[in-house]
């Protein structure tokens, strides 16, 4: 059964929820969800499925609304205050779970979000990006020092191509036929992602 949980963050108290394994492998994982302004929460379909693999691998998942969204206070704030959000998730994981290896992960708005994280002093042990809008929202800066898994559809509208090659220092996963929503395609997105997971 998930734990609801309120998180101290830098725009008020964040709601989250932490979803405990039947076996814990000693890993937790922090999962950022798509963009606020467009419906995006924690109860998201896609983050399920990062969530439910992640959790039948033995591992802790924390999943939580950005400010504004649910029960966490603050503003939408143009994806600033918003990787603040993610920071101050995994301040707490990694507070209350300081023996287990980090994992961070998120899907679109929220994989833009968890790169700008790692970018600003966070530190796991692997990084699982879902549907990243590379090309139409900023990845910028070096990669962090782990496996940085991507997982994109082949018709996904909000990726640029030719930036996703580009890429330098990921390993992308493409899903044949997935579009941004993985529509049709959530078995092929979860057995990509089962076969990420170290």
């Known amino acids: 059964m998930p734990t609801n949980i309120d998180i ?69 704030d143009n994806g600033h205050g918003e990787a603040d959000d993610v920071l101050a998730v995994i301040a707490w994981a990694t507070s209350e779970h300081p023996d287990s290896a980090l994992i961070v992960g998120g899907y679109s708005f929220g994989a833009a979000m968890t790169w700008r994280a790692c970018t600003h002093g966070a530190a796991p042990r692997q990084v699982l990006l879902v549907a990243p809008p590379v090309g139409t929202m900023p990845f910028d800066g070096d990669p962090p020092d782990c496996p940085v898994h991507v997982f994109a559809g082949e018709q996904d509208e909000f990726i640029d191509p030719a930036k996703l090659a580009a890429w330098k220092g990921v390993t992308v996963q493409q899903i044949a036929g997935a579009n941004h929503f993985f529509t049709g395609r959530s078995n092929e997105l979860a057995a990509a992602i089962r076969t990420a997971l170290v």
């Not at 000693?26 to 998201?44: E, F, K, N, T, W």
Request: hydrophobic share 40%; proline share 9%; glycine share 14%.
């Open 8 to 76: 101290p963050g830098p725009a008020g108290a964040i709601d989250a929820r932490l979803d405990t394994p039947a076996q814990p492998v000693g890993r937790i994982a922090v999962l950022a969800h798509p963009h606020p302004q467009y419906g995006g929460s924690m109860h998201d379909a896609v983050l399920d499925v990062l969530a439910r693999e992640l959790l039948d691998a033995g591992t802790h998942v924390v999943r939580f609304n950005f400010r504004g969204v649910g029960g966490s206070e603050g503003h939408y």
